[in-house]
């Protein structure tokens, strides 16, 4: 059984590797837009049926699109983005009014976004052999769709009224998640290193506790889910510069910056 398998799975990928690689990116976001386009058309009730179904179609198709040098803790960090998207944007949508208009804009950004984060996971994947520029731009554009899942992530989840401990413990999961990915783009090495999840975890401990508080104060959902993002911003950004040897001083000043700003906003948004 194991042989036919394999069999079965060497004559897919060589039928796969026939088409080229960025019409595979092409093809994969035009197959999720198109399944983000029909779960659009049900309630809230299907959600749990649809989050697996993009969980599972996501990762199969992050595959196919990437295909070639797939190795050990890759097989992880090389799909988390393309389906944390893919969730933040699924449920992102019920916070939408239910109409034409807003439901087109909403498929074409989600499939150029998935189109992007796809691309980004191609170039961790071959990073090595690429150059600098090009991984510095597909780090800029990864950490971008980051701030956009958490955001789009935390705006659901509080928009939905859980528990506070439910909140803290979702908010931790997926900023462990975030950056335990960002922090593997530092060296993209084939191994988990006991940093990655150390700096993850700590991330992901410091967010779990502002959502915590965050449960507790009155702020609308938009504006803490905005606060969270630029906590991770500024916290993740500062860890990624430190262990990229690129902490200088105008580094700490910008992502500090933005972080009192923010700050401010939300404080200026309480609603006593």
Known sequence: MRKFLNNLTGIWQKKALRIEKRFRFVISAI??????????????????IFSLLFFVLGYLLTYFSLLEGIERVEWITLFLMPIILTLSFYLFYFLFPVRWLTRLPFIVLYGISIYAVLLCSNIFNVGVE??????????????????????????????????FIFNALLVFVTAFLLGFQLIWTVKLDLRVERNTIIYGFFIALVLAELALVGSFVPLKSTVLALFLASSYYSLSGLIYSYLDQRLFKETVREYISVWIVVFMITLLSLQW
Do not use: D, G, P
Not at 36 to 48: G, N, P, Q, Y
Not at 135 to 143: E, G, H, K, L, V
């Open 31 to 48: 197959i999720l837009s198109l399944l983000m386009l029909v779960s659009t058309f049900f309630l809230f009730e299907k959600a749990i």
């Open 130 to 163: 690429k150059s600098i520029q090009l991984y510095r731009a597909a780090f800029s554009i990864n950490f971008f769709y980051q701030m956009v899942a958490s955001f789009l992530f935390n705006n659901a989840l509080f928009s939905f009224k859980l528990h």
